[in-house]
């Protein structure tokens, strides 16, 4: 087995390609020397027997083209690439001509060329393990570590004893692999052999043939032993963790400079273009005089305090301009890095305005790393890397690790940009769905308040004041499921079609039941499958409220004595899953009776539960109506009291109605 897998293994340039003869019935019928040198199979013993002698168990054939595996006479295994053509003998179609090169020569011609030239040429120890967890390819940085670990070798299996190297973890590792499992990402471990420790990081990938089985495993070793290496690997790390770790792109910014500041540069800032910021006060771009686009500043970092402080001369959240020829500009343009390890401030840095050369050499700006900021065919902006402190100057490995922190960093930012314009759509669609004038009638006053939610997307939250005949007046609260845009339109949509089911004047209970179907008929075409409401109407002239519930927590009354209680309403399931019908639910309130209505974002928390909410906010309630207040001071009072300085977990909506003699 030795010789022949050394013979894969580091098979020549040009060697001869494997050919064979299959019939229709799938019967060997033809077969060559270098089949036989590949397989250990003579021509005597292969033809007239199955094709599938030579397929690994489980296997469906030789596939026409792609990476496959054949199984030795020995019992070992090749992984080879190869083709399958049809072919006509005589009057007999039917037949197949079947070509393999082992994979591991391959590599060194036609597509493998490429593979061969990254594996010769990469930092990155790279090794290809058949099923077998036999190594079959390796490239130059991995043969190098095959001095203190012999497993490097070609033909050398992990489950052979090594003295003095443990390889079972990464053996289980590599089957769980190869049994289907996810890939692995830089697992760290440290490496021990004859005395000589070094910190590896291993990636793991399944190679996998053309049928879509495992024939083996790609494995990437990186060497972090030194000090240096260590701190750059902690350092991608950490930003994997903090970048992205929020939705505010003016942090995200702050936090890329903030964690390339000592690790990395003395002084970094990152400025975004005007026109990929999407905030409200930036409804028309902001340009300079001679009309050339302007950058923002969103994130600056130093280990100087008077560059950070003000030195810089833009801030943070201040406009940045920049002049045509200049370095920056030209990496907006080009969307390559600018990478000075020596700067000379008398090229294209001429161009800038004196103030800002003055300050460059004021702070000692000796080195500099311009990046560019990308999201797909957009580019965000720039990145810029000084060294002020530190006398050596940027290295290409520098650079390297800047584009890297950048790239990370760019998808953070193109998330935070994607969330921010898509929250300002929501809210200005819920600005304008919501109603503008809530007024109330002579027996009954009304306010309220809406706050959306700072953390997730906007919801789609809403309430709503309807005058009826009879000097009624409806009372809605509800809460669409889901969050974004199509929240907020499917609560446009249930908001107009509770005001025309309430024209019919329909009883409560028959109102949710409409809305039900009414939702449920168009569930297929919306993100959001249902909604929970509220749905109360007051009779003056019978002195009670009727309301009826789907899914939707009760009202709290607050009785002129300063009792909260909580009505218990017969609770149907919410809206728009087609399980009605609802109950309606009579009680009689005297005048001077405050009634409340609100979506589970006032009440609920991540470490409260509803009951707790509920209670708190019937003690507020009570305090609030103790004393002469109006409603819109009852809304301050409930809000500031249950929600504070805190960002809103979840949309909250708040409606409070008075009863008048």
């Known amino acids: 087995m030795g010789d022949g897998l050394k013979a894969v293994g580091g098979a020549p340039l040009g060697v001869s390609p494997s050919v064979a003869v299959v019939d229709g019935a799938g019967t060997v019928i033809g077969w060559t020397e270098a089949a036989e040198q590949l397989t250990g199979y003579p021509a005597a013993d292969i033809v007239g027997r199955p094709v599938g002698v030579l397929l690994p168990p489980g296997g469906e054939g030789l596939p026409r083209t792609g990476l ?30 079947v070509t393999a090169v082992p994979a591991a020569s391959d590599l060194s011609t036609g597509t493998g060329a490429l593979l061969e030239l990254l594996g010769s040429s990469f930092p990155v120890a790279m090794a290809l393990w058949d099923r077998d967890l036999r190594c079959v390819w390796l490239n130059e940085a991995a043969r190098q570590l095959s001095h203190g670990y012999p497993h490097y070798r070609i033909g050398r299996r992990l489950t052979e004893a090594i003295e003095g190297i443990d390889t079972e973890a990464l053996q289980d590792v590599m089957r769980r692999v190869l049994d289907g499992g996810p890939p692995v990402i830089d697992r760290e471990g440290l490496w021990s052999h004859r005395g000589e420790e070094r910190v590896m990081s291993v990636s793991l990938f399944p ?24 701190d750059r690997l902690r350092l991608l790390r950490e930003a994997s963790v903090r970048l992205g770790s929020t939705l505010d792109v003016m942090k995200t910014g702050q936090e890329l400079a903030e964690l390339a500041v000592r690790a990395l540069a003395d002084h970094v800032t990152v400025d975004l273009a005007e026109a990929m910021l999407p905030t409200e006060r930036l409804q028309r771009p902001v340009t300079t005089e001679a009309g050339l686009p302007v950058l923002r500043r969103v994130g600056v970092a130093s280990v100087d305090e008077e560059m950070r402080d003000g030195a810089s001369l833009w801030m943070r959240d201040e406009t940045v301009p920049v002049p045509w020829g200049s370095p920056v500009m030209e990496v907006l ?25 003055r300050a460059f050499h004021a702070a000692g700006l000796h080195s500099l790393i311009a990046v560019p900021l990308e999201a797909g065919s957009d580019v965000l ?6 060294r ?37 759509t929501t809210l200005a669609l819920q600005r304008d769905l919501l109603p503008h004038d809530l007024r109330g009638s002579a027996t009954v006053e009304v306010a309220s308040r809406y706050l959306p939610c700072t953390h997730e997307k906007v919801g789609g939250d809403w309430y709503d004041v309807i005058h009826l005949p009879g000097d009624r007046i409806a009372l809605v609260v509800g809460d669409v499921t889901g969050h974004g845009i199509t929240a907020a339109a499917t609560m446009g949509r249930l908001r107009t079609a509770v005001r025309t089911l309430a024209n019919l004047e329909l009883p409560p209970d028959q109102l949710l039941t ?31 409220f009727t309301m009826a519930t789907a899914g939707h927590p009760p009202p709290a009354i607050v009785a002129p004595s300063g009792e909260v209680t909580f009505p218990s309403l017969p609770v149907g399931p919410p809206i728009g899953v ?64 249950l929600v504070g300085d805190a960002p809103a977990e979840d949309d909250i909506a708040l409606l409070v109605a008075r009863t008048r003699a």
């Not at 509920?614 to 103790?626: C, E, I, N």
């Open 578 to 641: 087609g399980l009605g019908p609802y109950q309606a639910y009579d009680v009689h309130l005297p005048a001077g009776t405050v009634l409340a209505l609100y979506t589970d974002g006032l009440i609920e928390r991540r470490r409260t539960d509803l009951d707790a909410g509920m209670a708190k906010l019937g003690a507020v309630l009570s305090r609030a109506t103790s004393r002469p207040a109006t409603l819109d001071g009852v809304c301050t009072d409930v809000i500031d009291s």
């Open 68 to 97: 496959t595996e054949v199984r030795r006479r020995d019992g070992g295994a090749v992984i080879v690439k190869a083709e399958a053509a049809p072919l006509t003998l005589g009057d007999e179609p039917g037949h197949w001509l």
């Open 381 to 386: 902006g720039v990145a810029i890397f000084g």
């Open 514 to 544: 409409h809305l039900d179907q009414l939702l449920a008929d168009d569930a297929r075409g919306f993100e959001a499958a249902g909604a929970t409401c509220l749905y109360a109407v007051h009779d003056p002239r019978a002195g009670r």
């Open 333 to 357: 343009h080009s969307r390559r890095p600018h990478f000075e390890p020596v700067l000379d401030m008398s090229g294209n840095w001429a161009v800038l305005d004196r103030d800002r050369v």
């Open 388 to 424: 002020t402190v530190n006398p050596a100057p940027f290295t290409r490995d520098d650079l390297m690790l800047a584009e890297e922190l950048v790239t990370r960093a760019s998808f953070s930012l193109e998330n935070a940009l994607q969330y921010t314009r898509e929250r300002l």
């Open 207 to 230: 190679l996998e043939g053309a049928d879509g089985r495992p024939l083996g495993v790609c494995s990437v070793v990186l060497d972090f032993s030194t000090s240096q290496a260590r």
